[in-house]
T-cell receptor
Framework: AQSVTQLGSHVSVSEGALVLLRCNYS??????LFWYVQYPNQGLQLLLK??????LVKGINGFEAEFKKSETSFHLTKPSAHMSDAAEYFCAVRSRGGGNKLTFGTGTQLKVEL | DTAVSQTPKYLVTQMGNDKSIKCEQNLGHDTMYWYKQDSKKFLKIMFSYNNKELIINETVPNRFSPKSPDKAHLNLHINSLELGDSAVYFC?????????????FGSGTRLTVV
């Protein structure tokens, strides 16, 4: 079964600092990977997705993620954090077949401080 | 023009009651899902329907019964509500044929059982 692990349930950065949210995947086949963001009291919004077309994926709001097969990782980064980036971030993997289920990691809460 | 809409947004009810949550999508997707997000923000899939056919049924108490009258609607009925059912329930939709397609989520229904 495919799964993702997010390291660090809470990450705190200063405004303007680099954001790095970690995600490692487990999959016996090339995975489809996603990052979602959840702002307080809202639903989940797709930030970006990896579909094997390119290893460096750019998403909305200045976020990007790099797929590294050798490290089985798909970490999310943003060069300069903004107060509005404070939210819960979820890494997810979508299975091939079996209902194409989207399985989420446990989430990382990003806090941005002045 | 909301893509995936859920009603109600908030639901407070007493233990033992029966309640329903409705979901509708106008994206033309053929697959719809219900997810449960617990107090620790963990997201777990409950059900999935493809063209009105149940294709994913995770280990969910049979007090929970999904119903899909057509591919644009997926409702969730819960009998004999328990305290542990308190959570945020998200509806989502997607295309089934392409696993690199992300899900589109509704804004959630916060269920509180007292």
């Amino acid at each position: 079964a495919q799964s993702v692990t997010q390291l660090g349930s809470h990450v705190s950065v200063s405004e303007g600092a680099l954001v790095l949210l970690r995600c490692n995947y487990s999959s016996s086949v090339p995975p489809y990977l996603f990052w979602y963001v959840q702002y307080p009291n809202q639903g989940l919004q797709l930030l970006l997705k990896y579909t094997s077309a390119a290893t460096l994926v750019k998403g909305i709001n200045g976020f990007e993620a790099e797929f590294k097969k050798s490290e089985t990782s798909f970490h999310l980064t943003k060069p300069s954090a903004h107060m509005s980036d404070a939210a819960e971030y979820f890494c997810a993997v979508r299975s091939r077949g079996g209902g194409n289920k989207l399985t989420f990691g446990t989430g990382t809460q990003l806090k941005v401080e002045l | 023009d909301t893509a995936v809409s859920q009603t109600p947004k908030y639901l407070v009810t007493q233990m033992g009651n029966d309640k329903s949550i409705k979901c509708e999508q106008n994206l033309g997707h053929d697959t719809m899902y219900w997810y449960k997000q617990d107090s620790k923000k963990f997201l777990k899939i409950m059900f999935s329907y493809n063209n009105k056919e149940l294709i994913i049924n995770e280990t969910v108490p049979n007090r929970f019964s999904p119903k899909s009258p057509d591919k644009a609607h997926l409702n969730l009925h819960i009998n004999s509500l328990e305290l542990g059912d308190s959570a945020v329930y998200f509806c989502a939709s997607s295309h089934s044929g392409d696993s690199n397609y992300g899900y589109t989520f509704g804004s959630g229904t916060r269920l509180t059982v007292v």
